[in-house]
């Protein structure tokens, strides 16, 4: 897995490509997050659009991240969740506790 | 004849007798192996890819939870895989050494209570992804998860 960081209009979008899954992405995502945290950035959205493949534990620390941020009076968004990732997003009924977007000025607008 | 041609096409159900079984160590290094055969296979019984992706993420998390659960007290355990077609569908079974477990007695990660919490989804996923879940206690040898899916019409692929 990769992550690319970069900022649009005080929004930072985390690049995710490749696979979210135990061992292999999850602990990268969390490093990332704990590191925007202490760097005081509260506005993230995650761009998964070129995210392969997720697994339960990579779908843990995206609710991770996101309890992580809240406590810390931030907030974290997902843009482009490709339909196997919203699938599980929705079997998991995440859907109904992530602002998702599939359009990225919408997103950072959103904020 | 052309048999690169003949080479490419699915086998049909009435081929023969095909199945697969693998014995590997409780080593999480395994599960990209055992996961590239098992969507191999179906592949080459002209399952679609969404199918075969539905198939990855259940072997994976079923190996997953096996290696951690299943062997983690005994040095040296063992994982037999299994992936053989039955009727139309292909099945996975995959027994670890562990002492198993009830899924029922497993949290609802959909609960209120439970949903933001970081993990408890992966069998939870299984189960509701795949078709005849089903979890076997083998006495004195461990667990066996059973789960299958049945190929999809042309019109969903």
């Not at chain 1, 392969?52 to 009076?73: A, C, L, P, Y």
Request: proline letters at 4%; aromatic letters at 6%; hydrophobic letters at 35%.
């Amino acid at each position: 897995m990769k992550i690319k960081n970069r900022e649009r209009n005080g929004v930072t979008i985390l690049d995710i490509s490749g696979e979210i899954t135990i061992g292999q992405g999850d602990v990268e995502l969390r490093k990332e997050i704990n590191d925007l945290i202490d760097k005081d950035i509260r506005k993230i959205l995650l761009n998964l659009t070129r995210v392969s493949f997720i697994d339960s534990s990579g779908i843990g620390e995206i609710v991770r991240s996101m309890t992580t941020i809240q406590k810390h009076n931030g907030h974290l968004k997902l843009l482009g969740l490709e339909a196997k990732v919203r699938d599980l997003f929705t079997i998991t009924r995440l859907i109904t506790v992530f602002e998702t977007f599939e359009n990225e000025k919408e997103a950072v607008d959103s904020f | 004849m052309n048999p690169q041609k003949k080479s490419r096409e699915p086998l049909s159900e009435n081929d023969c007798d095909f199945n697969v079984e693998l014995n590997v160590p409780s080593e999480m290094d395994i599960i990209p192996l055992v996961v590239d055969l098992g969507t191999a296979m179906m592949k080459l019984r002209g399952y679609p890819g969404r199918d075969r992706d539905t198939i990855r993420l259940a072997i994976h998390e079923t190996l997953v939870n096996a290696i951690q659960h299943g062997g983690s007290t005994k040095p040296d355990s063992r994982i037999r895989i299994r992936f053989y077609f039955k009727r139309s569908s292909f099945y996975t079974d995959i027994e670890d050494e562990g002492a198993g477990f009830d899924p029922d007695s497993l949290a609802d990660p959909t609960c209120p209570e439970n949903l933001m919490k970081p993990g408890g989804r992966g069998i939870f996923l299984v189960r509701n992804l795949t078709e005849n879940f089903k979890i076997t206690c083998l006495p004195k040898r461990g667990v066996r998860v059973t789960f299958s899916l049945g190929r999809k019409s042309e019109d969903e692929k």
